[in-house]
């Protein structure tokens, strides 16, 4: 037995990929760079200035040499992506830290000590760069200090920069000397379709920079319902789709066959404010429809997180961050980003929120896992041993209770007395400390002389 959900259906998918196409042909799409309208151009689409007309036959096209699976390569494992497996990576942008429930400006220690986290996480599968902004370093060097600092803490796949073409060439060269390698997948970036039907020139550029590198790359159009998308969730996705869509033909006329996610979520909003709501609980609907919709195309996807709107743990927080999360999970999204931590928006990463989030995936695992009904699982022997009136404290727990059953460790389930005793631990209490036990436990990684004489030339000695 299994928990299934489903949510759109054959016929509304198609329904969206015509609206998708008609916009694509008549209304199109805009691409801020020259060398994209060029690239376009030469396969035989209609440019006007930076608008782009996309036909049918370019997006059928395109979609026939896109890979449904692809390896993602790590110094110290490689993940297959689409292979059946969600796939959790951490935050991808935020400014500020949340430890305590007090919300403040990261340093360095915090950014480096969120990568901490990530390579000593059971729950996640790799790092990025963009986990938080290190305001102290200068900006300047700041794009190559973010990405060998990620490879410095990782053994896991991790995400590359993507600000532009010369970021992105930096981190691909940089990653691929790293590990020693040149002909595989050692990055993914994340390219996001921005305003409406919009992909800026630094996005543009990265698209093309991984496109031409082979290296893989993660579509997301960033529509905000009823503020630059329609305001109906299926109107909002479709515009979104063809913004996507559009990204995938240009990555596949650039290098046919190049690794691409595919992630069409867009974003909730707050039109009473004029402002975002990603924790939204419609925000689970976009999650599955993105999933249905990238099963349609053959694609892996990418939606969903621990995306909420509150500003501190608390009830809001836990709530929105559960509906999306598990959303997420019971999908079968292949791929998602801010999978631990966020909060307000995705605006702030919390520390304990980010151990509170791990124990949360478990848990909606522990939901989602197959619950067996072979013979052996009906325990019938202890049953009969038991008998009317009996009980089966001093049983053996069984294999079964281990699998289906999950405890937080840092939720309060014992019973009063107990909690009384052991003075009473909140919540965040506990994952606090959590937090700091997997600090004071982490060993940095290995590394040869090689490559730390190539981490020495992007972190100065005051940053490392």
């Known amino acids: 037995m299994k928990i299934k959900v489903t949510f759109a259906d054959q016929g509304s998918i198609e329904k969206i990929h015509e609206k998708s196409i008609y916009i694509l042909e008549n209304i199109g799409v805009i ?20 608008i782009v007309y996309i036909t049918r036959k370019m997006v059928e096209d395109a979609l026939k040499t896109c890979q449904s699976t692809f390896e993602w390569y790590g110094r110290g494992n490689t993940l297959t992506v689409g292979g059946g497996e969600s796939l959790v990576f951490p935050s991808y942008g935020p400014n500020y830290v949340v430890e305590n429930n007090v919300m403040r400006k990261p340093d360095i220690t915090d950014f480096k000590n969120f990568h901490r986290l990530h390579e000593t996480s059971d729950v996640l599968h790799g790092g990025t760069p963009y986990i938080l902004e290190p305001w102290e370093v200068p900006s300047d060097i700041r794009n190559n200090y973010r990405m060998a600092t990620t490879l410095k803490y990782h053994t896991k796949p991790v995400m590359g920069m993507t600000a532009g073409a010369k970021s992105s060439k930096d981190a691909i060269d940089m990653t691929k000397a790293f590990y020693g390698v040149e002909d595989k997948v050692v990055l993914l970036g994340l390219i996001n379709a921005t305003d409406p039907m919009s992909y800026p020139r630094d996005m543009v550029e990265s698209l093309v920079e991984y496109a031409m590198h082979g290296q893989a790359i993660l579509l997301t159009a960033g529509g905000i319902l009823g503020l630059s998308t329609p305001s109906s969730l299926v109107g909002s996705f479709t515009v979104n789709n063809a913004a996507t869509l559009a990204g995938v033909v240009l990555i596949q006329l650039i290098n046919p066959g190049n690794p691409v996610i595919y992630g069409c979520q867009g974003s909730s909003s707050n039109l009473t404010e004029i402002t975002l709501a990603y924790g939204n ?13 990238a099963n349609y195309y053959g694609l892996p996807s990418r939606s969903g ?3 909420n709107d509150a500003k501190e743990v608390d009830y809001q927080a836990g709530a929105e961050t559960y509906s999306n999360l598990f959303a997420s999970l019971s999908s079968g999204s292949d791929f998602f980003i801010m999978g631990a931590g966020i909060l307000d928006t995705v605006n ?3 520390t304990e929120k980010y151990i509170l989030d791990e124990l949360l995936i478990k848990g909606i695992l522990t939901q989602l896992n197959d619950t067996s009904v072979d013979e052996e699982s009906f325990l019938m022997k202890d049953i009969e041993k038991a008998g009317p009136g009996g009980n089966y404290i001093n049983r053996r727990t069984s294999k079964y209770y281990k699998k289906e059953f999950y405890l937080n460790p840092a939720f309060n389930n014992c019973n009063t007395n107990n909690w009384v005793e052991g003075g009473s631990p909140t919540v965040m209490e506990k994952a606090h400390k959590l937090y700091l036990e997997r600090l004071k436990n982490f060993s940095d990684p290995e590394n040869t002389p090689e490559q730390i004489r190539l981490l020495d030339r992007y972190i100065p000695k005051e940053y490392s």
Do not use: N
């Not at 060029?38 to 209609?46: E, S, V």
């Not at 609907?285 to 993105?290: A, E, F, M, R, V």
């Open 305 to 307: 997180g621990s995306i």
């Open 348 to 350: 702030a990463v919390g």
């Open 281 to 293: 609980f419609a925000t689970a609907k976009s999650i599955h429809l993105t999933k249905a919709v």
């Open 31 to 50: 691409m801020q760079s020259k060398q994209a309208c060029d690239i376009f151009r030469q396969h035989g689409a209609k440019v006007d200035g930076e």
